[in-house]
Structure formats: structure tokens, C-alpha cells
Nanobody, 126 residues
Framework: QVQLVESGGGLVQAGGSLRLSCTAS????????VGWFRQAPGKEREFVCG????????YYVDSVKGRFTISRDNAKETVYLQMNSLNSEDTAVYYC???????????????????WGQGTQVTVSS
């Protein structure tokens, strides 16, 4: 199985930027699709963006298109989430999930991912 660790969260002012990292260990990370999800207090975990195993396919929800960028470096077993133009609605705990598959598909539902990190808090102050 694969273990995931998120990092890079913190407190940022509205309009600012953060870069989150999701680092894997345990199995060959290049055979996993990765999704970033977030969960705000009192809300369900929601899909933010994802990448297939190679990075050749990515998908974003409308609310983050043009502001967030997902990328991966399989040699470093890390997936990144660059977040720009942050606003208060982006405040949440951010999780990365991994799904063992080597096709073009990117799941948008939490149950499609078998492995999760512990999450990293992102707080955007207005």
C-alpha cells in the first residue's frame, strides 16, 4: 500500500498563494492517480482537482479553474497543488487521495480513492 503525507498548509491573506505537497511512500507512486480534496467545518469532503498517473490528464472543479494548478513529479513521488488568488471560501483541510490505476480516468468522489493523507489546514483571512 501507499502512505501519503500532505504539507504546505498555513494561514494566508486573501489574494495570496500557497503550494501544497502530497508525498508518497511504500509503493510505486507513478501507478496511482491522485486527487486533492478539501473539507470545511460542517461540510462534506469535496473534490478540488486531480491528475492521472502520468500527469497527462488533469481535472479541476469550476471554482478553482485558473487559480489552482496540480502537477506531479513521479521521480520525487510528490504531487503539488499550487493555489493562487486564495479567498475565504478556500479555507478548509486539504487532503490528497491516491487510486491505483494507470489510465486517463480521474475520480471525483472520495470513495474512488483507497489511500489518504492526514490533511493539511489552509486558512485564508479576509
Amino acid at each position: 500500500q501507499v502512505q501519503l503525507v500532505e504539507s504546505g498548509g498555513g494561514l494566508v491573506q486573501a489574494g495570496g498563494s500557497l503550494r501544497l505537497s502530497c508525498t508518497a511512500s511504500g509503493r510505486t507512486f507513478s501507478s496511482y492517480a491522485v486527487g486533492w480534496f478539501r473539507q470545511a467545518p460542517g461540510k462534506e469532503r469535496e473534490f478540488v482537482c486531480g491528475t492521472n498517473w502520468s500527469g497527462g490528464n488533469t481535472y479541476y472543479v469550476d471554482s478553482v479553474k485558473g487559480r489552482f494548478t496540480i502537477s506531479r513529479d513521479n521521480a520525487k513521488e510528490t504531487v503539488y497543488l499550487q493555489m493562487n488568488s486564495l479567498n475565504s471560501e478556500d479555507t478548509a483541510v486539504y487532503y490528497c487521495g491516491a487510486a491505483s490505476r494507470t489510465d486517463w480516468y480521474i475520480g471525483v468522489r472520495p470513495h474512488e480513492y483507497g489511500y489518504w493523507g492526514q490533511g493539511t489546514q489552509v486558512t485564508v483571512s479576509s
